[in-house]
Every structure is written in C-alpha cells, then in structure tokens.
C-alpha cells in the first residue's frame, strides 16, 4: 500500500521561501516519476514540477526558476525548494507518485495535501 505524506507547508511573506517534503510508505525507485501539484482556491488543480525516476526534471512555467524539485531515493523523500514566494503561489500542494504498468495504463497515488500561504 503506497502511502504520501506532505509536509512543510505554512504561511510566509512575499519574498520569502519554504520546503515541502513528500514521505512515501515504499522505496520511491519504483515510480516512474514523482510530482508536485498545486490547486488554489475555485482553481483546478495544476501539475506545479515533476522529476522521474531518471533525475529529470520539468517545472511549469509560473514556478521555473524560483522552484527546485528533488528526491532522495534513500530516504524515499521528494522535496519542493519553493523561492521567492508569490501570493499567487497560494495553495494546497500535493505530492504525486506514478508507476507505468502497461501501454496503456498508470498507477497514480496522492497525499492529503499541505497548505501553502503566502502573504503580500
């Protein structure tokens, strides 16, 4: 059973910056890739970064720069650097595990989410 915990979440000024961890139940080497995704208040929610199993990493263009995922297979951990905080930054942010097991088809899991507020 896959099991992700965020965590680091919190309120922070503009300007400032936070880390978010992602704690898997399993050995992280078996997703094929990991991500972060956001979803703000009356937003969908929206894929933020992703870095596979291979180290590569791809961020969306309102966080490229400021945002730096990383993943630590020995620990199973995944963080989310996040600099230069914006208030549009504000969110809920979930961890995201997905393993390949077909052509066709996907095995995804998420966390329960941690808040992210940035203040003006």
């Known amino acids: 059973q896959v099991q992700l915990v965020e965590s680091g979440g919190g309120l922070v000024q503009s300007g400032g910056s936070l880390r978010l961890s992602c704690a898997a139940s399993v050995s992280i080497n078996r997703f094929d890739s990991m991500s972060w995704y956001r979803q703000a208040p009356g937003k969908k929610r929206e894929l933020v970064a992703r870095i596979t199993s291979g180290g590569i990493t791809d961020y969306s263009d309102s966080v490229y720069g400021r945002f730096t995922i990383s993943r630590d297979n020995g620990q199973n951990l995944m963080y989310l650097q996040m600099r230069n905080l914006k208030p549009e930054d504000t969110a809920v942010y979930y961890c995201?595990?997905?393993?390949?097991?077909?052509?066709?088809?996907?095995?995804?899991?998420w966390g329960q989410g941690t808040l992210v507020t940035v203040s003006p």
């Open positions: 995201n595990s997905k393993r390949q097991v077909s052509i066709e088809g996907s095995v995804e899991h």
